[in-house]
């Protein structure tokens, strides 16, 4: 049963600190989205790949976050320094740009900003 | 510009009622794509359904059911006889013809099943 992977589940951390979200694709999954979740908002898209390369990141705070993928096997999703305001919980999801193209979530990291 | 609603914030039943979650589109895309998810208390997101705008049939999956209307620009979701595992939040989304792009989702709708 192939799923999404995110480490870590749950971040507790401070105001100033550096953040590192981690997700495995689905293998064989080129397409990769990082999507953002509060109260407020909803879900919404922060930034999204394309055979590793980014194609859309315009919905993340330039200054503070940044997505990678140094391989097919992983994203990264960074924020130095975090905010308060960034207490959110962070999804990543994965898919196939041929056939369904369904986008498949992962659990999701908490995170939680003091 | 694409847009997702869902106008129902919360919605609450009696175990084995029957109940629908409204959604309505907006795009000015002529192929496009329609999705359900479904996030249980856990905090996962998870697939329902997808729909493409040019499959208008209403699709049945046990207990589950979905109307495509293409002309009123809505993709209704329902649970027949409802229980208490389908408390959830339920979320609509839209994707437009480009492969491999971002959904867009509605805010949600909060489905409360007692016993």
């Known amino acids: 049963d192939a799923r999404v992977t995110q480490t870590p589940r749950h971040k507790v951390t401070e105001m100033g600190q550096e953040v590192t979200m981690r997700c495995q694709p689905i293998?064989?999954?080129?397409?990769v989205f990082w999507y953002r979740q509060t109260m407020m908002q909803g879900l919404e898209l922060l930034a999204y790949?394309?055979?590793?390369?980014?194609?859309?990141d315009s919905g993340m705070p330039k200054d503070r976050f940044s997505a990678e993928m140094p391989d097919a096997t992983l994203a990264t999703l960074k924020i130095q320094p975090s905010e308060p305001r960034d207490s959110a919980v962070y999804f990543c999801?994965?898919?196939?740009?041929?056939?369904?193209?369904?986008?498949?979530f992962g659990p999701g990291t908490r995170l939680t900003v003091l | 510009a694409q847009k997702v609603t869902q106008a129902q914030t919360e919605i609450s039943v009696v175990e084995k009622e029957d109940v629908t979650l409204d959604c309505v589109y907006e795009?000015?895309?002529?192929?496009?794509?329609l999705f359900w998810y479904k996030q249980p208390p856990s905090g996962e997101l998870v697939f329902l359904i997808r729909?493409?705008?040019?499959?208008?049939q209403n699709e049945i999956s046990g207990r589950y059911s979905w109307n495509f209307q293409k002309s009123t620009s809505s993709f209704n979701f329902t649970i027949t006889a409802s229980q208490v595992v389908d408390s959830a939040v339920y979320f609509c989304?839209?994707?437009?013809?480009?492969?491999?792009?971002?959904?867009?989702f509605g805010k949600g709708t909060t489905l409360s099943v007692s016993s």
């Open positions: 999801a994965s898919g196939l740009v041929l056939g369904t193209d369904t986008q498949y």
């Open positions: 293998l064989g999954h080129n397409t």
């Open positions: 790949f394309r055979n590793r390369a980014p194609l859309d």
């Open positions: 795009t000015r895309d002529t192929t496009y794509y």
């Open positions: 729909r493409n705008s040019f499959d208008e």
């Open positions: 989304a839209l994707r437009d013809d480009q492969a491999g792009t971002a959904l867009i």
